[in-house]
């Protein structure tokens, strides 16, 4: 029998169809999550879709490639352009002088995330813990705003003043229901994030579209409210 979390994440596939993941490559990830920041997934994949017609998506090919074509293509994913260069050359230097990071980012959990704590941006409780999930295999489960506040509106894991409370809450919720499996870790960030930016706002949430709305605490006590 289904957990409750895993009917969860089936009515939000029937809702949402088939999303694309995070990149399983190691560096493609590290380069993704740069142009994540201050960005938005359709210019984010531009800048990304750029650096591959480019051949730039290897440590090695990335510190070879000319400035121009890296800048033109950085560019692509919006402002602070100088700063995403800056973190790629950064991260670039670490890939090189540790080859086997991928390797390690497959490995044991703890000396994993020391490792990736060195990256430019790969901090807090998303950043590492996507790396461990999507590249390394880890049944992880990296919890940004977007699914802290999906999870809490379902009922799993406690908001804390500390986010890194409110995160290991959750993910020992998450944990007792979702298979030890990374696919099914995967599934469940991929559409718990993507719920928390379509339908599930912070400041606006769309309780009366939502398709968890029956199953949901914080929107079945939004829908009662008096008007």
Known sequence: MSSRLEGIVARLKRCYGALASPPSDAFTLFVWEILSNHSTPRKRDAALAALKRHRALTPD?????????????????????????????????????????????RGPVPAALRQLKQLPRLTGESGPYRMLLFAGDHAVLPVDARVSRV?????????????????????????????????????AYTYLAHHGVATCAETDPHCDECPLLDDCPFGTSRDRRPV
């Open 61 to 105: 090919a990335m510190w070879n490639a000319a400035p121009r074509r890296l800048e033109e293509s950085v560019a692509l994913a919006g402002p602070y352009r100088d700063q995403r260069l800056l973190g790629l050359r950064k991260g670039v230097d670490l890939f090189r002088r540790t080859p086997t990071l991928p390797s390690v980012v």
């Open 151 to 187: 999870a809490t509106r379902l009922g799993y894991g406690e908001r804390s003043t500390n986010f890194t409370k409110t995160a290991r809450s959750i993910r020992a919720a998450v944990a007792a229901e979702l298979p030890h499996s990374a696919n099914a870790y995967r599934q």
